[in-house]
């Protein structure tokens, strides 16, 4: 299950430590040996932000709201970490994906996967890493999925469309009527590489550019381009209707690139952007921020109430975020509830686990991974 020498071939033989395999503006916190590499840790260093009394309780304010449990609705979308290995290395990433990250989902894990899915009405498959593209059963999960019918999300970083093996994807991605998400901190360069290394902004253009010449980004619904946009530093995202429009604008003028839709996410306080608050001496003040910006009409909307996140060896969780902190989807008599046991049934009856990072997807516009909740 957890391929460990699949991720290192694939990492030597794509050469992904080399800076033109992506740029790699730090390291992963795994390589460090970094305290934060344990999720409880970063568990505790949320809990030890000194918050307002009855502010920084997340069940306790969606409670004030109504909510007296937090029950999901149908679901309607399965979300899948195929894994942590990745040709970059960005400061935000809440996943601490990299070159150096061997976990790889294996084709047991991708075949339970595709059982579970036959048990739902989930509409969506949402593939996720990592680089979801590096594992090597990436593109036999995205056929199955289309025969199957279901709308496809690849997650996308656009530098690695630029690896020589993968380098079909755009038009292979086109043929199957995949959307590509792709993350794109900001139109202008020195905000993209501020976060995602030196050289992330030329890449990315010229990854878009493929996408465009392969139909995408012109308006047809099976070839929706999709980028992703979240802030560079410890503020909230800004008006996502507002700044498509921006965006649009911007990109055409001064590269010629076009695109669908944006959509704009709130940084999540773990992982590596949890260590840049740490070390930026802005984690309280990023806590504080969130909290006093809780909006009640973003509640309903979260994506842990219509997802179900899937991590690389199979285990579930109620979101993508949830995963990385390792708090596993609660059912009833079992521990570690897997993909091969999945039971619809049950799930639709779990309660939804929750924390202060919680926050983070009910502030302000909210965020999810669609992007905003609320205008």
Known sequence: ????????AIAQNLHLTTPEAGPKPTTSLYQRRSPLVDPQQQIASLDAVALPPNQGDFAARIQQQGWTTFQPAPLEILQINIGKLCNMTCRHCHVDAGPDRREMMDRETVDACLRALDLTTAHTVDITGGAPELNPHFRYLVDECVRRGVHVIDRCNLTVLLLPTLQDLPEWFAER???????????????????????T??????????????GYGQGDPQRRLTLMSNPTGA????????????????????????????????????????EWLQESGNLDAYMERLVNA????????????????????GRL???????????EVQLPNQTHPHIRDFNPDALAQRHIVTARHCFG???????????????
Not at 201 to 214: D, Q, T, V, W, Y
């Open 1 to 8: 299950m957890f391929e460990t020498e699949t991720g290192s």
């Open 177 to 199: 009527g995949v959307e590509v998400v792709c993350s794109l901190p900001h139109y202008r360069k020195f905000n993209t590489d501020s976060q995602r290394g030196s050289g």
């Open 201 to 214: 902004f030329e890449k990315s253009i010229e990854a878009l550019k493929r996408l465009n010449a392969a």
């Open 235 to 274: 503020f909230l995202a800004s008006g996502q209707q507002k700044l498509e429009a921006e965006w649009k604008a911007g990109l055409a003028k001064n590269h010629g690139v076009t695109f669908d839709r944006l959509i704009c996410l709130n940084n999540m306080p773990i992982s590596r952007f949890l």
């Open 294 to 313: 809780f909006n009640p009409s973003t509640i309903a909307g979260v994506m842990c109430r219509n997802t179900i996140s899937v991590s690389w060896d």
């Open 317 to 327: 969780f109620d979101c993508d975020f949830n995963q990385m902190l390792e708090l």
């Open 361 to 375: 997807c009910t502030a302000g516009a909210g965020s999810s991974c669609g992007g905003a909740i609320a205008e």
